[in-house]
């Protein structure tokens, strides 16, 4: 099915019982017949352009709402939840999923909130953590905001007027627009921040130790902040998210908005399909870094102008999930909190500035290729005190749409895959060397008179 095909059956639904119509009814009032508004409102067809203009003139609605309206993020989001150990013995299929979400889009969408604020994955309450919540609004959106987007583009091409130098006309302005002056201060001034606003003296200021390009989205943050303000305020609005997570939010679309600004959809996109996504290129050209441009590339979702579907998860040496974005992957490869050790992630500590690819199969037949880097992040401290935060980025596309990706030139990608599972807890794959654990409910066979490659041998084999 093409990535540019809209599946928005469960939006559709919802504004037919809106309204109070049978679906013989609103079919009637959008002049095709039933049997076909039934195949959409169950994904079995996608909405063309007519039918989604016929839409939004019957009932005075706004055509986003079919982009963001599956309930729960969709069938993989679902199955990203039902990974978690808790569910290991119910072996839910993606069909049985997507089967729930037609009959019962309510359920599915209480039982993800339910989920995310952490009644589903420790079968007891615990106190909010706002992440999995602005998450699951990230997911809605598919981490694509047109309006953004929009703002974002109009004021970049109202900056090349100024000159080259984007950084030199944010400093502009801030200062001329905005009153506010750009100071770069030493670590003895800002030992503990990057940036500050100090609106008592105006002045936007930045942590020496800021690298050109995190300088230059900071600065395209505070624009956003200021310029964009409605466009965010109406999306955290329609979010109706708790204090904390609201603010969370809030961060994720100023930064969302100065991605932007540093790498224009249009012209970001033209350069992704004529270098091959060549993540080294991008960096250059744009004046970015590698996970502004990583970021960047889970955003690509514009109707008509659609980038691979890259999806983005972050960790730390010790296997912590600082970021994750599907963006519009729908891949298991995110859920949990574990990684499998197949997965080269962390080799990318060993082989600074290099890009580690890797094909990789899931349990279900899945192949997605990824690449890994290692990037840093602040340095605090001097000398033997000094401690610099490092994390390794993995990026990854369906194997059946990376032909024309730089990184993958030379390597079979319809070859031999390494097979990885979502962690040890999740995964039914036997005879693997790097086990560590059984699969959750699953009863474990021991034999005196033999032993397997590995230590957890368990029912079901």
């Known amino acids: 099915m093409s990535r540019d095909k809209l599946l928005a059956g469960h939006a559709v639904r919802r504004l037919r019982r809106r309204h109070g119509l049978t679906q013989a009814a609103m079919a009637e009032m959008l002049a095709i017949s039933a049997s076909y508004l039934n195949l959409i409102e169950r994904n079995q067809r996608a909405v063309p352009a007519g039918l989604l203009v016929a839409l939004a003139d019957r009932f005075d609605f706004d055509p986003r709402e079919l982009v963001a309206g599956e309930p729960g993020g969709g069938a993989e989001a679902i199955r990203r939840r039902l990974a978690d150990p808790l569910f290991a013995d119910l072996e839910v299929d993606r069909r049985e999923v997507e089967e729930w979400l037609a009959a019962a889009p309510g359920g599915a969408e209480a039982f993800a909130r339910a989920f ?47 000159g080259a130098d984007l950084y030199g006309a944010l400093v502009e302005r801030l200062r001329v627009r905005h009153g506010l002056a750009i100071r770069i201060l030493p670590v003895e001034a800002l030992p503990d921040h990057l940036v500050r606003v100090d609106l008592h003296a105006r002045q936007l200021q930045l942590a020496e130790r800021l690298a050109p390009w995190s300088r230059t989205f900071a600065l395209a943050v505070q624009c956003g902040l200021i310029e964009a303000r409605a466009e965010i305020d109406a999306l955290v609005r329609g979010a109706s998210l708790d204090r904390v997570a609201e603010r969370l939010f809030r961060r994720h679309l100023s930064s969302y908005f100065a991605a932007a600004v540093m790498m224009p959809y249009a012209r970001f996109v033209r350069a992704c399909e004529a270098s091959g996504y060549d993540l080294e290129l991008l960096q250059r050209r744009f004046g970015a870094g590698p996970e502004q441009v ?17 999806f983005l998860l972050r960790v730390d040496r010790a296997g912590q999930v600082s970021k994750r974005l599907a963006g519009a992957s729908n891949t298991q490869l995110l859920a949990g909190d574990t990684r499998c050790p197949l997965w080269r992630v962390h080799h990318a500590f ?8 890797q094909l990789l199969e899931l349990e279900d037949g899945a192949r997605w290729f990824t690449l890994a880097m290692a990037v840093n992040g602040a340095a605090v401290g001097a000398g033997a005190n000094r401690v610099e935060s490092a994390f ?12 024309g990706l730089a990184a993958a030139r030379g390597l079979d990608l ?15 794959r036997v005879a693997c060397p790097q086990r560590s654990a059984p699969p959750a409910g699953r009863a474990l066979l021991i034999n005196d008179r033999e032993r397997a490659m590995t230590g957890w041998t368990f029912a079901g084999d």
């Open 116 to 162: 995310d604020r952490g009644q589903g994955g420790a079968g007891a309450p615990v106190p909010d953590d706002p992440a999995p919540t602005v998450r699951r609004e990230i997911e809605r959106w598919r981490n694509h905001f047109p309006d953004l987007d929009a703002a974002a583009e109009t004021l970049a091409g109202e900056l090349r007027l100024v």
């Open 414 to 428: 319809n070859g031999a895959a390494t097979p990885v599972g979502t962690g040890c807890r999740v995964c039914h």
């Open 294 to 310: 990583a970021h960047r590339l889970t955003t690509l979702q514009r109707v008509g102008a659609r980038g691979l579907p890259f």
């Open 392 to 403: 390794a980025i993995a990026l990854g596309v369906p194997a059946e749409v990376t032909a």
């Open 350 to 357: 060993d082989r600074p500035g290099s890009v580690v690819p």
